[in-house]
């Protein structure tokens, strides 16, 4: 069965980016437009109730929410960095308080540093291949900064801190900061790159500050609720109104690498296993055979005949997604809809219709399939091409569109 699918140009959204309406406290890979959200949750007609993202990265469904009068909101993901970003945007804490911290940690800061002895009283943590990935001064001093910041005696605050430090992580070490794998800067870029960490952190400290009391702080207001856990999510038998999200698109190891985007953020704020968070993710473990029902069997079966690993790994994401859509479907309540944006990515030279095993898989958990919207994909941070010949210059398109699954619980 085909599901109905309108190419539907309001969803575009042309020109405009995350930021047009709710700027991003953190840079994060493949963030959902909250212009999306909005506007579907305005044609649907739903402004209260709970909510729901089961996979809810750096929270564009809960920015969503707050604009069309939801306030109570749930998420969960299993990637640190995506947690605090979301904890921090969603939680109502005094500007006043933050910028009384910042003026005392910046003084202990320079206080500590004027005294040369200092520095090697505070260990470095355990970063994997830390030499490589920074010089000795900018580790030194991004560890200075993390060991004020975790003095920091209330947990919100210190997150809010940390927010701007895992940035200054990432624009300070000597990763490719326009990838968002793990790669190294060439050896000849290396040579000039002597990074100021205490201006970096302090810009990026009041930067987020500026966009948080501007854009996130006013909306905030004392009935809004957000919980967001770091956890898989698990089913609530017929608590929701609306599950809004964004899955990921395939596995992690080769469509959108979170778990490579955040490890050395992670990884210096205590996350020990931050290595290991793409192969915990969707797709992250290998099936043993090939999907051979439902509308994404023959799709694979054509992967199957070019490459048999890739089959596999596809398979394998796509049984996870089944399982996490089994789990939703539970959770929402009778007439709630849910609402999935999602690109259909190229594996070997074949479209894998994502969009129509989301509908699919929920018509079988007593859903009804209401539309599926087509817009272009103009202004997500990811890659468009890819060489999955590894040849130079040989390059398809990954993801020109992207699909609006919408959804009704009968």
Not at 181 to 186: E, G, T, V
């Amino acid at each position: 069965m085909k599901y109905q699918v309108i190419r539907n140009e309001k969803y575009d959204f042309l020109g405009q980016f995350y930021a047009t309406s709710y700027p991003n406290l953190h840079k994060y890979p493949a963030t959902m437009l909250p212009q999306i959200g909005i506007e579907v949750l305005k044609e649907l007609n739903i402004s209260k109730g709970k909510l729901l993202d089961p996979y809810c990265g750096s929270g564009s469904s809960f920015a969503s929410g707050l604009e069309c009068g939801i306030t109570e909101m749930f998420g969960f993901d299993i990637n640190p960095l995506a947690i605090l970003i979301s904890k921090v945007k969603f939680t109502k804490i005094s500007v006043n308080t933050i910028i009384e911290t910042k003026a005392k940690l910046r003084n202990e800061i320079f206080e500590f540093v004027k005294n040369e002895q200092n520095i090697n009283k505070i260990k470095l943590p355990n970063i994997t291949n830390i030499d490589f990935w920074f010089s000795k001064e900018v580790a030194q001093n991004l560890n200075i900064i993390k060991h004020f910041i975790y003095q920091i005696p209330d947990e919100n605050i210190k997150n809010f801190f940390l927010v701007p430090f895992s940035e200054t992580v990432r624009d300070c070490s000597y990763t490719r900061n326009s990838e968002f794998k793990l790669y190294r800067m060439k050896s000849e870029d290396l040579v000039n790159f002597n990074p100021d960490v205490f201006g970096v952190y302090f810009k990026k400290l009041n930067d987020t500050i500026f966009i948080y009391s501007n854009i996130y702080f006013p909306k905030l207001t004392d009935d809004i609720k957000v919980d967001v856990q770091y956890s898989k999510f698990q089913p609530n038998e017929n608590s929701f109104d609306v599950v809004l999200t964004s899955p990921p698109y395939g596995d992690s190891r080769t469509t959108v690498a979170y778990g490579q985007f955040s490890t050395l953020s992670n990884e210096w704020t205590g996350i020990d296993y931050a290595r290991k968070i793409d192969g915990m993710l969707m797709g992250g473990i290998k099936a043993k055979s090939i999907l051979k029902t439902g509308v994404i069997a023959d799709y694979i079966s054509e992967v199957n005949k070019v490459d048999n690993k890739r089959a596999l790994e596809v398979t394998s994401f796509y049984n996870d997604l089944e399982v996490s859509i089994k789990k939703v479907a539970k959770s929402v309540k009778t007439n709630g809809k849910a609402i999935y944006v999602v690109g259909n990515r190229t594996v070997k030279n074949i479209q894998l219709p994502t969009d129509q095993f989301i509908a699919e898989k929920f018509e079988e958990q007593g859903f009804r399939h209401l539309i599926t919207y087509e817009r272009a994909l103009s202004s997500k941070s990811m890659p468009s091409k890819n060489s999955p010949t590894n040849i130079t210059g040989k390059t398809v398109n990954t993801m020109l569109f992207e699909y609006i699954v919408i959804n009704e619980k009968k």
